[in-house]
C-alpha cells in the first residue's frame, strides 16, 4: 500500500527486509573488528551548531557552501543536521577532556547532504568511521589503512585498490595553491565552468574534475607534491613503506586530493570494480581540525554504508541471504493448540530460538504458506491429539520428512541456551 504524500523525501529511503539484514551484517562485522585494533564506538547527536562543521571542513567547501542543511532553531541558534561524522566527534572528544586525547573511537550512524541524489548517494546516508587522535605519525596512519582495507575484507570485498596520496602540512598548501593557480592559468580555455570558476579559490578540486577537457589539461600539470618541502614527501614515503610491511599494497595517485579543507599529510581512497566506472568505495586522512581555539590531530576514516551494499551486491551478494529466518515454525489445529503453542514460542524464545506462529486463527494451510514465506527450515504441527499425547508432528521442510518427537525432545532440538 503506497503511503502517497507520505512517502519518503527524495534521497531519503526506507531500509527494510530483506535488505536491512545486509545492513546489519556490514554494521556488524565493523562493530566486530574494530575493537580488535582498540577503537571503542562513540555516538554524537545528528544536529549540532553550525559552526562545528564549517569550523572544522573549511568555509569554502562544497559541502559548507551547497550542501549543509542548515536552519535557526526555536532558540534562533544556528544549527546544521551533520553531513559528515569527523568533526562533530572531535567536537565531543574535546568537550571530554584530557583523558581522550589520543582516544581510538568508531561510529556508525546516518549524515545528511543537500546534493543531487544518484545511484549510491542519497541526502541521508549512512557512515561508518573511525577516529584516532594523535601526533602525525606515518606507522599510525598505516595502521588506520590496514585496518580499513582489514574491514573491506572482512565484507567479501576482495580486489580492493588502495591509492594514497599527500595533502602535505599546512605550509605546503599555500605553495601547492599559488604553484597550481599558475600552473593552470595558461589552459584556463580549456576548463569547465565550474573549474573555472573553482581556479582561484579551490584549484585543487580540479584535480578531481571528471570533465574530459579538465582531465586532459590536470595530466599536463607538474605533480602536487613537486610543489611540497621534501618532508612531506618522505612521510608519504614512509606511509607506502609501512603498508608494504604489513602486506597491504598501495599505489600513490597525484590526483587524489580529498575535498575537505583539514586534511594535512596522508589521503588515501579505495576503489572496487563492482561499483563499475564510478569505483569509489571510502576514503580517509590525516587532519588537524581547529576547535573553538584548540588544535586537534588525528587520522581516520569514513565509508559510505550505501556504497558498501552496492558494491556487494555488484559483487554478487544476494539482499535475500541475510533475511532473518525462524528455526521453527509452530502450526496449530484449533482454538487449544494455537493458545499452547504460544507458550510453547515464548519457552523456547527465552532459550535462544528463533520461532514463528500465527496468532490470527488461520488455517493449517495458510500457517505452512507463512512458513514457507519466512524460509522456517522445519514445522512443528499441533493439534488435540498431539496435545493429549505431549507430542507434535514435526516436518523437515526440505526433505518433506515427517516424524513424531515429545515437546521435550522438541525444546531440547531447538534450544539454543
Not at 530483506?18 to 556488524?28: A, C, M
Not at 570485498?157 to 602535505?168: D, E, P
Request: glycine share 12%; with cysteine.
Amino acid at each position: 500500500m503506497s503511503s502517497g504524500g507520505f512517502s519518503p523525501l527524495q534521497g531519503m529511503s526506507d531500509i527494510a527486509p530483506p535488505e536491512v539484514g545486509l545492513w546489519q551484517r556490514v554494521e556488524s562485522v565493523a562493530r566486530s573488528l574494530f575493537p580488535l585494533y582498540g577503537f571503542e564506538e562513540i555516538r554524537t547527536p545528528i544536529l549540532e551548531r553550525t559552526p562545528v562543521f564549517t569550523r572544522a571542513i573549511g568555509e569554502g567547501t562544497d559541502v559548507v557552501q551547497k550542501e549543509m542543511y542548515t536552519f535557526d532553531d526555536r532558540g534562533g541558534r544556528q544549527v546544521s543536521l551533520r553531513p559528515e561524522g569527523t568533526a562533530g566527534v572531535i567536537r565531543a572528544l574535546c568537550e571530554l577532556g584530557p583523558d581522550f586525547a589520543e582516544a581510538r573511537v568508531f561510529y556508525i550512524g546516518p549524515m545528511f547532504r543537500a546534493e543531487r541524489p544518484q545511484a549510491g548517494r542519497k541526502r541521508q546516508f549512512h557512515q561508518i568511521g573511525v577516529e584516532a587522535l594523535g601526533a602525525p605519525s606515518p606507522a599510525a596512519d598505516a595502521e588506520c589503512i590496514a585496518m580499513q582495507m582489514h574491514l573491506v575484507e572482512q565484507w567479501g570485498l576482495g580486489g580492493a585498490v588502495l591509492h594514497v596520496h599527500t595533502r602535505g602540512v599546512a605550509a605546503d598548501q599555500a605553495a601547492v595553491r599559488a604553484g597550481l593557480i599558475e600552473a593552470v592559468r595558461p589552459h584556463l580555455g580549456a576548463l569547465c565552468e565550474e573549474c573555472r570558476r573553482r581556479h582561484e579559490t579551490h584549484p585543487l578540486r580540479i584535480l578531481d574534475c571528471k570533465n574530459p577537457g579538465c582531465r586532459a589539461v590536470v595530466d599536463t600539470l607538474p605533480p602536487v607534491m613537486s610543489f611540497m618541502a621534501p618532508e612531506s614527501r618522505a612521510y608519504l614515503d614512509e606511509v607506502v613503506a609501512r603498508l608494504g610491511a604489513l602486506g597491504v599494497p598501495a599505489q600513490v595517485d597525484p590526483r587524489l586530493i580529498r575535498g575537505l579543507d583539514y586534511y594535512e599529510h596522508t589521503i588515501w581512497e579505495i576503489t572496487h570494480a563492482a561499483l563499475g566506472a564510478q569505483d569509489a568505495l571510502a576514503g580517509g586522512g590525516r587532519y588537524r581540525i581547529d576547535l573553538d581555539g584548540r588544535a586537534v590531530e588525528g587520522v581516520g576514516f569514513a565509508m559510505g554504508v550505501e556504497r558498501v551494499i552496492m558494491a556487494l551486491m555488484g559483487a554478487g551478494v544476494k539482499v535475500e541471504d541475510y533475511r532473518g529466518r525462524p528455526d521453527l515454525w509452530l502450526v496449530a489445529v484449533g482454538d487449544r493448540a494455537r493458545e499452547e503453542n504460544l507458550a510453547l514460542a515464548q519457552q523456547l524464545r527465552r532459550r535462544g530460538a528463533a520461532v514463528g506462529l500465527d496468532t490470527s486463527g488461520r488455517s493449517v494451510k495458510a500457517q505452512m504458506r507463512a512458513a514457507n514465506r519466512r524460509g522456517a527450515p522445519w514445522v512443528a504441527v499441533r493439534g488435540d491429539d498431539e496435545l493429549a499425547a505431549g507430542r507434535c508432528q514435526l516436518k523437515d521442510m526440505a526433505a518433506g520428512a515427517e516424524q513424531s518427537v515429545t515437546v521435550g525432545e522438541l525444546i531440547a532440538r531447538f534450544a539454543k541456551a
